[in-house]
T-cell receptor, first 115, second 112 residues
């Protein structure tokens, strides 16, 4: 089955620790995205990558870092500099070209709780 | 003011009713419009994709875009309890980077 996987589903960390969230896709999509979702705020873009070895900051990149060494993988690191890291994190991908490049497909999400 | 406004609800309707969900937006550059359905504690699922103005129908779902009013709608006919979810609108301008701007979502409950 083609799709996007995120792991783990739930993650608990102590304040001050960095944590890395995994995102893998087998859709052969060029573009990948990271969002966070908070109650009442919708989805906000953290980082996105349109091609391997290249990525851009989204609207709320401070305190986060990413890498894109492989087409299939786009891990997100939540650093200790992120002031309010507890949230639901969603990874998405899109074809990145052609008429339907705006269609983004989402993974199941990782719920991160930092105490 | 947010670029995309969406009433968060909650909205409760009886089974079989027609549901109308709406978003308004302020950026006239938006050309691509999407509706996502999100079940509790799950990732959003793409329901409808529309380019520019007009209507698009897929089964019980109809998406409408009125660019002159900066208003988009999603209609659900013969609503089912399985339609109970949060519905998110999303839109994008043709800037070449495929960035989406999302509404906050409307929580819908279909009462059996």
């Amino acid at each position: 089955d083609g799709g996007i996987t995120q792991s783990p589903k739930y993650l608990f960390r102590k304040e001050g620790q960095n944590v890395t969230l995994s995102c893998e896709q087998n859709l052969n999509h060029d573009a990948m995205y990271w969002y966070r979702q908070d109650p009442g705020q919708g989805l906000r873009l953290i980082y996105y990558s349109q091609i391997v070895n290249d990525f851009q900051k989204g609207d709320i990149a401070e305190g986060y870092s990413v890498s894109r060494e492989k087409k299939e993988s786009f891990p997100l690191t939540v650093t200790s500099a992120q002031k309010n890291p507890t949230a639901f994190y969603l990874c998405a991908s899109s074809a990145g070209r052609g008429g339907r490049r705006y269609e983004q497909y989402f993974g199941p999400g990782t719920r991160l709780t930092v105490t | 003011q947010k670029e995309v406004e969406q009433d968060p609800g909650p909205l409760s309707v009886p089974e079989g009713a027609i549901v109308s969900l709406n978003c308004t937006y302020s950026n006239s550059a938006f050309q691509y419009f999407m509706w996502y359905r999100q079940y509790s504690r799950k990732g959003p699922e793409l329901l409808m994709y529309t380019y520019s103005s007009g209507n698009k129908e897929d089964g019980r779902f109809t998406a409408q875009v009125d660019k002159s009013s900066k208003y988009i709608s999603l209609f659900i006919r013969d609503s089912q309890p399985s339609d109970s979810a949060t519905y998110l609108c999303a839109m994008s301008a043709n800037f070449g980077n495929e960035k989406l701007t999302f509404g906050t979502g409307t929580r819908l409950t279909i009462i059996p």
